[in-house]
């Protein structure tokens, strides 16, 4: 009886805590998509990063951070190590990306972190455009909403703007929409 309630745990333990995969994307328009597997220890790692976190502003610069930190360890797996801010300093090498397939990565990995119940004050939401001129699209980000009452506060969590590994860019979500951001 001992023996197989400690069998019993054992995989209750296991099956809480596993490494997980993440299909990131490159190439423009997520053309291509690579499994980039993130240790339960690495995962745990950024989990206390954001634990720390004491209020939602500062869970913002946490997952900025933690952002960076996901994106460098998913380029010691693939060639989005070579990514850089923008669309033009990394033009035609391997493993360059533009805001597509920044922004459902960074979703991907936002929701992973929720899903294993790392952000405290925020929720995912689905990627955002803005607009050029009112009717084209001229670029994409991942979006976050600060779980509170009333009327709720969304940001944009673009890791477009840097290189690979660097801090993503996080601000209101109106003001990204108007343009505001790094200029890459």
């Known amino acids: 009886m001992r023996c197989w309630l400690l069998v019993l745990c054992s995989l209750l333990a296991a099956s809480a805590w596993a490494d997980e995969r993440v299909p990131i994307c490159h190439g423009y328009g997520c053309l291509v998509q690579e499994q980039i597997l993130y240790s339960d220890a690495r995962l745990a790692e950024v989990g206390h990063m954001l634990n720390a976190a004491v209020n939602a502003a500062e869970e913002r610069k946490s997952i900025a951070e933690v952002i960076g930190q996901l994106y460098a360890w998913g380029g010691e797996q693939s060639d989005i190590r070579n990514d850089r801010g923008g669309n033009y300093a990394d033009a035609g090498i ?5 805001c597509i397939d920044h922004s459902t990565s960074t979703t991907r990995l936002l929701a992973m972190l929720e899903g294993r119940g790392y952000l405290r004050w925020h929720r995912v939401l689905g990627p955002e455009p803005r607009y050029f001129a009112f009717v084209i699209v001229n670029h994409y980000t991942a979006v976050i909403e600060e779980k ?6 969304r940001f944009a969590v673009d890791s477009w703007f840097v290189d690979n590994g660097q801090p993503a860019v996080i601000l209101p979500l109106v003001e990204w929409k108007k ?3 790094p200029d890459v």
């Open 94 to 98: 391997p493993g360059m990306m533009d």
């Open 148 to 153: 509170m009452d009333g009327e709720a506060a």
């Open 179 to 181: 343009g505001a951001g």
